[in-house]
């Protein structure tokens, strides 16, 4: 009684410390630790910087100078004269200029620079996305080649219990040596194809494991996500409105229309207020002080203003061109998805079907074959028939769990 209470207490106490892996954790730990994440994350950063860069440029802008002069020649007129003198001499001063219109160039930078911060975060929002994907798929294929080992282990334990009934059988005289050869071969394919389920889930598993920034233990449990998916599928133009990718594009498009603006507006120059004050002490001592209006307009830049006009109408165009090109293959592959997801399930029911056939028939096939009235190649037969069977319906749930996975995240979803 003592035994079979502290047996009890052990499997407890493992099933209790077993690691639990929640598929929406394992999304939020790797978005808070990839190095891709965080490098969109500097990028929206840097965006908001370029924003107040942008608007310096409307502010107030002072400077202050200051001159020492230890040796200088200084040139008066006496008597219609000139004479020189030679002194030191100390000026120092400040200029304040505000810029008061520029043609909306100013403006429709500072545009421009927000909307690199929407671009900045639409492209956080797309990788996020991604990852969540790749980590889907990841924690999904664990689930898939778990059980696909249980599938291979039950498959090889029938085989070994077949050879060793073969072996039985050619002692006593029943059955040639063929049968029990053959059944050893395929011990041989099961236990290698038990072994590529188990490299398959390893490999799932640390590929998981670098995702989540942690160690995931061999007796990990896992939820079953393979079905959990709404079977109410978006709209086309749903999915477009919601692309974080072709939100992207469209902002792009905004950008490089306000960089046309401002390099069309840089033709007009600018008018700016200035105010200056400089107090001097060099042969005599005075105080200098302007408040004065300016007006700049750029007569030749050496074709520099027209290159870049001519540059930011360029990638408005191009800009244009790769939203038709995304939009185009986003509804290709959006189109594609949905035909996967119809065909998958096709197959989900007629791999059911097959598998419970196939059990059947191979039940009684090694019924049969203990009278000695089918073959062994009937029972291998059988066996590979009902093994693919589960294999395949087990390879279409999956895929078709990848198919919604991708649509989730073509819609920019992480979790």
């Known amino acids: 009684m003592k035994k079979l209470f502290f047996f009890v207490f052990i499997i407890i106490t493992k099933l209790i410390n077993a690691q639990q892996l929640n598929l929406d954790e394992c999304v939020r730990k790797a978005i808070s630790t990839h190095p891709d994440i965080q490098?969109?994350?500097?990028?929206?950063?840097?965006a908001k910087n370029g924003v107040e860069i942008a608007k310096a440029d409307y502010l107030p802008q002072i400077t202050l100078n200051a001159e020492y002069d230890p040796f200088r020649t200084y040139t008066l007129p006496v008597n219609g004269v000139f004479n020189t003198k030679e002194s030191d001499g100390i000026a120092v001063g400040g200029v304040i200029s505000q810029k008061?219109?520029?043609?909306?160039?100013?403006?429709?930078?500072?545009?421009?620079?927000e909307i690199t911060e929407d671009i900045a975060n639409f492209n956080l929002a797309d990788a996020k996305a991604l990852l969540a994907y790749k980590v889907k798929l990841q924690y999904e294929l664990m689930l898939v080649q778990k059980v696909a080992i249980d599938v291979r282990k039950k498959d090889l334990n029938a085989k070994e219990a077949l050879y060793n009934q073969a072996e039985a059988f050619v002692k006593n005289g029943m059955k040639t040596s063929a049968d029990a050869s053959r059944f050893l071969a395929s011990v041989y394919i099961a236990k290698e194809n038990l072994a590529i389920s188990k490299a398959s889930y390893e490999k799932a598993k640390s590929i998981l494991s670098l995702y989540i920034n942690e160690p995931i233990s061999d007796d990990v449990t896992q939820e079953n996500t393979l079905d959990s998916h709404i079977q109410i599928l978006p709209q086309e133009q749903t999915i477009l409105d919601e692309s974080p990718l072709l939100s992207s594009v469209k902002k792009s498009i905004q950008k490089n229309e306000l960089n046309y603006k401002a390099s069309k507006a840089s033709h007009y120059g600018s008018l700016d207020a200035v105010a200056s004050y400089t107090k001097q002490d060099t042969l005599?001592?005075?105080?200098?002080?302007?408040?004065?209006?300016?007006?700049q307009l750029p007569l030749y830049s050496g074709g520099r203003t027209s290159a870049l006009i001519e540059q930011a109408r360029l990638n408005i165009q191009n800009a244009q061109a790769t939203l038709n090109s995304k939009t185009l293959a986003l509804r290709e592959e959006f189109e594609n998805l949905l035909i996967d997801i119809d065909r998958y399930e096709k197959t989900i029911q007629?791999?059911?079907?097959?598998?419970?056939?196939?059990?059947?028939?191979?039940?009684?096939?090694?019924?049969?074959?203990?009278e000695g009235l089918a073959t062994y190649i009937e029972i291998l037969d059988a066996s590979a028939l009902t093994l693919n069977a589960e294999l395949g319906l087990l390879q279409a749930i999956y895929e078709k769990s990848s198919a919604f996975n991708r649509i989730e995240y073509l819609q920019g979803k992480s979790i």
């Open 39 to 46: 490098k969109y994350s500097i990028e929206i950063k840097s």
């Open 100 to 113: 008061i219109w520029d043609f909306s160039k100013t403006t429709s930078n500072i545009h421009a620079q």
């Open 284 to 295: 005599n001592r005075y105080d200098s002080s302007l408040l004065a209006f300016t007006y």
């Open 350 to 370: 007629a791999k059911k079907s097959q598998l419970e056939a196939s059990q059947q028939t191979q039940t009684l096939l090694e019924a049969r074959y203990k």
